[in-house]
């Protein structure tokens, strides 16, 4: 019946509601009369049934007008309240004057009684409906404690009285004057009785609330919870919920840079318009990782001109879409090209006069490059060259180069065509011209493609295992935004070849990483200490060209710069000539496509390239031969 009537139509249940709140205030008033009289009072002709007929009429009109009926009755709340109790001032104002002009004999008694019953019946029905709707609607729901008693808490546990997944039981806090007060009928506990509190209270999951907290902060708190068997998850940020793009109790994961514990510095406005602001900016690679958020940094810049230049048609193609929507007063110009194109290039570069370059097109992945060494060549190396070349020609002020950590005593082709692109940069450097070179050397970005993090949250939610290349492998970890904006700001101090190094903070260990994320999923490591755990961790072993750990300085030369998170390291670099002579053997090497021999010309280079494996290069014939006899090894399928 209650199923029923919650799927009518919006206004038949309010002519429902209306209905029976009519036959509830004539019963009222009889009621008053019966009480004042002493005696049950039933109408003894139709004008006193004419008489409570209009009265109750003119009272639902009444609570018309002050937007009772408006009011959802499952989440009939305050205002609704409030609409009672004026309604029901109207009505009793309106029994005193519909007696005086019909001449019936009301009273004072009879008014002050009629009121209370009448306001009784009207709230009662309301809440107790709300009451009714909410209990045949509802289902069990998990058990969550709010970590965090502040104002976004509050908020939360409001919201989830409404929700149909969770019931807070629990508040904890740091604060000790909140500690043993009671928030929204929740007690606040300490910190220290969260994994009492979890057993006890049966809690499936812990809910951050304290969107506004440091990162340092967040990491402290998710390291204390990281042992317990629940499922860790946070509200969105303040500044999504107040710009009205996320609610409160949207919940989401874990942000896994808040595992990182290292706060960003705000950026020296200084350094980050120096090169930008009321400038023509080029970034190739617009549609990667760093690169498109090099062009959201430097957008939001008001550049002259903004020209993304980028060989992936799709990914130009996002990156043009919301950066014109997001900037709608900032000249933005898509080009799809690549950079080994020397002719596209310096039709871009001259019809724009563009002032300054981010670069960031290259191929990165070390696998993928391992197996494809001309073509990493072709794009990092000569790319770069031709880039450069281009930029020279057409009097660009400023050239940025966005490098890598594997470009320090490099074990891998992708390490080694990255140093000797920043050679190349140092090279021309030297050179007379009007174009300032530097370049920028960081480690991994979180959530960049090809990123270990959304590989590892993919294989928890199929179950697992999660694969890893070696149990101590290490990583720098930087958030994209951070380093793009840290990127612009060392590129404004560089000038004639300079190399920086981003502070990345302390390495994070692989291992403990995939751990923490199991963890924090609510699950378990199924290791030989836990064999009946949720997710195993699977080493898989190191991949060609992969190192144990990364360094970003060769030696131990960097300075201090201006900003705190930006060294200026001093390196070993060549002479142009010198450079020159060794791009004429990669060109060679490329024209001929011997993957084996540029192998062994940038081993043989001054770029400290060690390969700690075999040639694994797709082209090279020894792996022509090995992917063919697998393949007429395998047995062959019937048609």
Known sequence: MLIQLLALPRNLKRVVAATVDVLGIMLALWFAVSVDA?????????????????????????????????????????KAFRAVVFGMLASSSALVLFSALMDARVNLNVVVIYSLSAFIFIAASRF??????????????????????????????????????????AFVDDDE???????????????????ELTHKLDVKRILLAFPSASRSTRRNALEMLSHLPVTVQTIPGMADIIAGDAKIDELREVNIEDLLGRDAVAPQMDLLTQNVRGKAVMVTGAGGSIGSELCRQVAAQKPKA?????????????????????????????????????INLKSVMNSHRIDTIYHAAAYKHVPMVEMNIIQAARNNVLGTLYTAQAAIDAGVEKFVLVSTDKAVRPTNVMGATKRLAELIL??????????????????????????????????????????????DITRYFMIIPEAAQLVIQ??????????????????????????????????????????????????????????LYEELIIGNTDRLTPHPRIRRAS???????????????????????DGQRLRDILKDAPLDYTPDSRC???HYPVQITKKIKHSLSQPQQPQ
């Open 38 to 78: 002493r005696v049950f009072y039933l109408p003894s002709n139709w004008n006193d049934v004419a008489f409570a007929f209009v009265l109750s009429v003119a009272s639902v009109f009444l609570f018309y007008k002050l937007g009772l009926y408006r009011s959802v009755t499952r989440y009939i709340g305050s």
């Open 128 to 169: 107790g409906a709300r009451s009714v709707f909410r209990q045949v609607q509802s289902r069990p729901k998990d058990n969550v404690i709010i970590y965090g008693a502040g104002e976004a808490g509050r908020q939360l546990a409001h919201a989830l009285i409404h929700g149909r997944e969770y019931h807070a039981v």
């Open 177 to 195: 004057t909140l500690q043993g007060a009671m928030i929204q009928n929740l007690s606040v506990f300490p910190v220290s009785k969260i994994g």
């Open 306 to 342: 903004l020209i993304l230049y980028e060989w992936s048609e799709p990914s130009l193609y996002y990156i043009h879409e919301e950066l014109t929507q997001t900037y709608p007063d900032v000249a933005i110009f898509p080009f799809v090209g690549s950079v080994q194109d020397e």
């Open 426 to 471: 140092q090279g021309l450097a030297k050179t007379t011209h009007k174009t300032a070179f530097c370049m920028v050397r960081f480690g991994n970005v979180l959530g960049s493609s090809g990123s270990v993090v959304p590989k590892f949250r993919e294989q928890i939610k199929k179950g697992g295992p999660i694969t890893l290349t070696h149990k």
């Open 490 to 547: 060392a590129g404004a101090m560089g000038d004639q070849g300079d190399v920086f190094v981003l502070d990345m903070g302390e390495p994070i260990k692989i291992y403990d990483l995939a751990k923490q994320m199991i963890r924090l999923s609510g699950l378990t490591v199924k290791d030989e200490q836990n064999p009946h755990g949720d997710i195993e961790i699977k080493i898989t072993g190191l991949r060609p060209g992969e190192k």
């Open 571 to 593: 390196e070993h670099s060549l002479a142009w000539t010198e450079v020159e002579s060794l791009l004429n053997d990669v060109i060679a090497c490329c024209a001929e496509m």
């Open 616 to 618: 694994v290069d797709l």
